[in-house]
């Protein structure tokens, strides 16, 4: 399977717990995302990676969020003092290098669905 | 701002209707993208089609069809005689394409459930 994939698939955890979850991208792709998704929502963008660099950071993401691609390969999105409201898909993404003023398509993975009880 | 609208929350047809799915958008680029996704029960989010803001004419790939019309600032989706299969949440996502350093992150709407009935 050479798609995106993500780790772990489902995570249930206490409040005030912390979590990482793990994104595997499509092996020549240097554009990294990370989005949110909540029910009856569409996703929303959290943060961008181009190789290592995070070139993006939304206001949705809280200080007790962050994210890192250290060699450029695989992302870890880590949630720290878990909040209810934090209960959600999270979704990561990658796209190949394009040239300037052309968007590539996103292929996502299957997502880690994140329950804080 | 850039935001993408899907006012049909919810479409219930039979199978081997045609069906219709709208979405109006708003920027103030002048050059951007504007995607169409499908994601299953199975929750992965799978890619349609891409369309860029130079390029009007409609596609067409076997049962789908895309109408872009740069007036209305609309990107529907049309699927013809569905299927079962075909029900799932289908988005529509715009992405600017500014030169240089853009991040290119998708904006989606909300999402259109479509039930194809047996």
């Known amino acids: 399977d050479t798609g995106v994939s993500q780790d772990p698939r489902h995570k249930i955890t206490k409040r005030g717990q912390n979590v990482t979850f793990r994104c595997d991208p499509i092996?020549?792709?240097?554009?990294l995302y990370w989005y949110r998704q909540t029910l009856g929502q569409g996703p929303e963008f959290l943060t961008y990676?181009?190789?290592?660099?995070?070139?993006?950071k939304s206001r949705l993401l809280s200080n007790r969020f962050s994210a890192e691609r250290p060699k450029g390969s695989f992302s870890t999105l880590e949630i720290q003092r878990t909040e209810q409201g934090d209960s959600a898909m999270y979704l990561c993404?990658?796209?190949?290098?394009?040239?300037?003023?052309?968007?590539?398509?996103?292929?996502f993975g299957p997502g880690t669905r994140l329950t804080v009880l | 701002a850039q935001k993408v609208t899907q006012a049909q929350t919810e479409i219930s047809v039979v199978e081997k209707e045609d069906v219709t799915l709208d979405c109006v958008y708003e920027t103030r680029d002048t050059t951007y993208y504007l995607f169409w996704y499908k994601q299953p029960p199975s929750g992965e989010l799978v890619f349609l089609i891409r369309?860029?803001?130079?390029?009007?004419q409609n596609e067409i790939s076997g049962r789908y069809s895309w109408n872009f019309q740069k007036s209305t600032s609309s990107f529907n989706f049309t699927i013809t005689a569905s299927q079962v299969v075909d029900s799932a949440v289908y988005f529509c996502?715009?992405?600017?394409?500014?030169?240089?350093?853009?991040?290119?992150?998708?904006?989606f709407g909300t999402g259109t459930l479509l039930a194809v009935q047996p």
């Open positions: 996502a715009l992405s600017e394409a500014r030169r240089g350093g853009a991040t290119n992150k998708l904006i």
């Open positions: 092996s020549e792709h240097n554009r």
């Open positions: 993404a990658s796209s190949p290098q394009h040239a300037t003023g052309v968007v590539n398509e996103q292929f």
């Open positions: 990676f181009q190789n290592e660099a995070q070139l993006e």
């Open positions: 369309r860029n803001s130079f390029d009007e």
